[in-house]
C-alpha cells in the first residue's frame, strides 16, 4: 500500500509561484507513473503534469507548459510541482496520484491506484 501526501498549498497573488510537494510512503516508486492533477469547483479533475519515476520523463498539459515543472527528489521519495506565473484560473485543489507501473504518466484520473488527500491552490487577482 502507498499513502500519497500532499502539501505547499495557500492564497498567493496571480503572477507568484507556489511548490507542490506529494511525499510517497509505504513503498518506493522505482517504477511508477505519477502526476498531478486539479479540480475547480464544479469542473472535472483534470492532468496538470506527470513524470515517469524511472528516467524522469515529463509531461505537461498544455495550459501550463512553460509554467509548471514536474520533478522528483528519489532520496526522499517525493514528488514536486513548480508553479510560476500562477494565474487566476490556475486555482483548485491540487491532487497526487501515482500508480505502479512502467507506463507513461496517463491524463485519466481513473487509471491511478494511488490518490493524496489534496492541497488548495487559492490564486488572487
Known amino acids: 500500500q502507498v499513502q500519497l501526501v500532499e502539501s505547499g498549498g495557500g492564497l498567493v497573488q496571480a503572477g507568484d509561484s507556489l511548490r507542490l510537494s506529494c511525499a510517497a510512503s509505504?513503498?518506493?516508486?522505482?517504477?511508477?507513473?505519477v502526476a498531478w492533477f486539479r479540480q475547480a469547483p464544479g469542473k472535472e479533475r483534470e492532468f496538470v503534469a506527470g513524470?515517469?519515476?524511472?528516467?524522469?520523463?515529463?509531461y505537461y498539459a498544455d495550459s501550463v507548459k512553460g509554467r509548471f515543472t514536474v520533478y522528483r527528489d528519489n532520496d526522499k521519495n517525493t514528488v514536486f510541482l513548480q508553479m510560476n506565473s500562477l494565474k487566476f484560473e490556475d486555482a483548485g485543489g491540487y491532487y497526487c496520484?501515482?500508480?505502479?507501473?512502467?507506463?507513461?504518466?496517463?491524463?485519466?484520473?481513473?487509471?491511478?491506484?494511488?490518490w493524496g488527500q489534496g492541497t488548495q491552490v487559492t490564486v488572487s487577482s
Open positions: 509505504g513503498r518506493t516508486f522505482s517504477t511508477a507513473a
Open positions: 496520484a501515482g500508480r505502479s507501473s512502467t507506463s507513461v504518466p496517463v491524463t485519466t484520473p481513473s487509471w491511478y491506484a494511488y
Open positions: 513524470i515517469k519515476w524511472s528516467g524522469g520523463s515529463t
